[in-house]
């Protein structure tokens, strides 16, 4: 099987990458269980410990769909990154492990988090939200580039609702719902600290509502709706209140179109900043 140098590293892997073998940031081990269906998620999602939880996801293969397509654009490459490495595996929910803020979307992009191994990092919507967050001062660099490359969250965590690359950015219905029990347990075990949950466009909104609800979290308004600057409380069995806010998706169409502007993302991370009691750079 070819190898070729990380980027960052110049360590030789091959595509996919095998777990445990030294990758950036690869949470998992080569014995790290693997799901191979929609039970197995629903059962290994029972971890109770975050970094478990992290690592299991990484190596998650209940979709066959899924795992085929990401694993062909891991094989085939786009022209442009031809000489490096693909992860071409799940994306697991990065950054800080007792997070204030998590920040949700749909799924990664086939040749962005499916090529770096960290979710939102190596393409145009990167650029875009990763400029805004170090602007609001919720990350250390204004560029996520690369797993390996520095950067750094602080007290936020992302994470997708998908966690494979979907053939036309498309998740089936099945394929949601198979995955769904991570993000619910991930959201269980960060309840602690979180305060607010900033979704990427309408259907991180859904999928934030939906992972939200199976965390035993409810709020009293009927089917919220999702705006740019959107926002809804919900409680948890404590009375413990979170907040989530809507954020149009910094995609190409987006923020070339001037849908969503500069001044909009950095209004809805400096919103979220001052519901957790941070002050924003």
Not at 37 to 44: I, P
Not at 165 to 181: I, L
Not at 187 to 205: D, E, Y
Request: proline share 9%; charged share 20%.
């Amino acid at each position: 099987m070819t190898l070729l140098p990380h980027p960052v590293t110049r360590q030789p892997f091959t595509s996919p990458v095998a777990p445990g073998t030294g990758w950036p940031d690869d949470p998992a081990a080569p014995d790290t269980p693997v799901a191979h269906d929609a039970d197995d998620v629903r059962l290994l999602a029972r971890a109770e410990d975050l970094d478990e939880v992290t690592a299991r996801v990484s190596v998650c293969a209940a979709c066959p769909r899924l795992v085929g397509w990401r694993e062909q654009v891991a094989l085939e490459k786009r022209a442009s990154y031809a000489d490096q490495p693909y992860w071409g595996r799940p994306i697991a929910g990065w950054g800080d492990d007792e997070p204030s803020l998590l920040i949700v979307g749909l799924a990664p992009a086939a040749n962005g988090g499916n090529r770096t191994g960290r979710i939102f990092t190596g393409d145009p919507s990167a650029d875009w939200l990763f400029a805004s967050l170090h602007r609001t001062g919720w990350a250390t660099q204004p560029t996520s580039e690369h797993a390996g490359d520095g950067q750094r969250l602080v007290d936020a965590r992302m994470v997708a609702t998908v966690r494979c690359a979907p053939p036309e950015n498309k998740p089936t219905a099945v394929e949601r719902d198979t995955c769904a029990p991570w993000i619910a347990s991930e959201i269980t075990l960060l309840r602690p600290s979180l305060r607010a949950v900033v979704a990427l466009g309408g259907f991180g909104w859904e999928g934030a509502l939906r992972s939200l609800a199976a965390a035993g979290l409810t709020t009293t308004v009927r089917r919220p709706r999702f705006a740019h600057g959107a926002e809804v409380v919900l409680t948890d069995e404590a009375g413990r209140e979170l907040t989530l806010l809507g954020c149009y998706h910094p995609s190409p169409h987006n923020t070339y179109t001037g849908r969503l502007t500069r001044e909009m993302t950095d209004e809805v991370f400096t919103r979220a900043a001052g519901l957790c009691g941070r002050m924003s750079a």
